[in-house]
């Protein structure tokens, strides 16, 4: 089992560019969220998916979408990135209450 | 609005016991749970409580006190390798997505 696994690792951006982070896991899970953590600080929800099919917004979701096509993964695009968006971003999953996180992808845009 | 206020940083000596405090103010609550992330890695999950008491995991105990809207995790016989942040997060609604708020965390600093 792998878990949960993000691609890619790290990631610079100009400003205006675009990109798509990957998350898949092989759990099973129902339930997967986007986070992004900014130095010193906890984890803010971007967006979420409860199920295949079905996305949601969280807490700080402008500048993002997202999209859940198959149950084990979920996508998240920039589509125009701003020097705002440098953060790491962790996906998770779970079935219940516990989430399993992912490594995180380190996005820097300049 | 919504808030959960932990320590920023707490320092203890190894081989020692340390408690880390959460007072949070939530539209709703559903349950408190703990997360450990060590610089670098990812968060993983330590525990969690939706009932008043004592939940308890090896060195690891968690908290909770619903009417006082406060929680601690408590960590004993600490070593070396505890050195990490440590998020408490609130299941704010009943909906079926556990969708969780994170405090900004707590740095613990554990001295030999």
């Known amino acids: 089992n792998a878990g949960v696994t993000q691609t890619p690792k790290f990631r610079v951006l100009k400003t205006g560019q675009s990109m798509t982070l990957l998350c898949a896991q092989d759990?099973?899970?129902?339930?997967m969220y986007w986070y992004r953590q900014d130095p010193g600080m906890g984890l803010r929800l971007i967006h979420y998916?409860?199920?295949?099919?079905?996305?949601a917004k969280g807490e700080v979701p402008d500048g993002y979408n997202v999209s859940r096509l198959k149950k084990q993964n979920f996508l998240l695009g920039l589509e125009s990135a701003a020097p705002s968006q440098t953060s790491v971003y962790f996906c998770?999953?779970?079935?219940?209450?516990?989430?399993?996180f992912g490594p995180g992808t380190r996005l820097t845009v300049t | 609005g919504q808030s959960l206020e932990q320590p920023s940083e707490v320092t203890a000596v190894e081989g020692a016991i340390v408690q880390i405090n959460c007072t949070y103010q939530?539209?709703?609550?559903?349950?408190l749970s703990w997360y450990q992330q060590h610089d670098g890695g990812a968060p993983t999950f330590l525990s969690y409580?939706?009932?008043?008491g004592l939940e308890e995991t090896g060195r690891f105990s968690s908290f909770l006190s619903r009417s006082d809207s406060y929680g601690y995790l408590l960590l004993q016989e600490l070593q070396m390798k505890d050195s990490a942040s440590y998020f408490c997060?609130?299941?704010?609604?009943?909906?079926?997505?556990?969708?969780?708020?994170f405090g900004s965390g707590t740095r613990l600093l554990v001295r030999p």
């Open positions: 939530t539209s709703g609550f559903y349950g």
């Open positions: 998916s409860v199920g295949e099919g079905t996305t």
């Open positions: 409580n939706a009932l008043d």
């Open positions: 998770a999953s779970s079935w219940t209450g516990e989430q399993y």
């Open positions: 759990m099973n899970h129902e339930y």
């Open positions: 997060a609130v299941r704010e609604g009943l909906d079926s997505s556990y969708k969780l708020i």
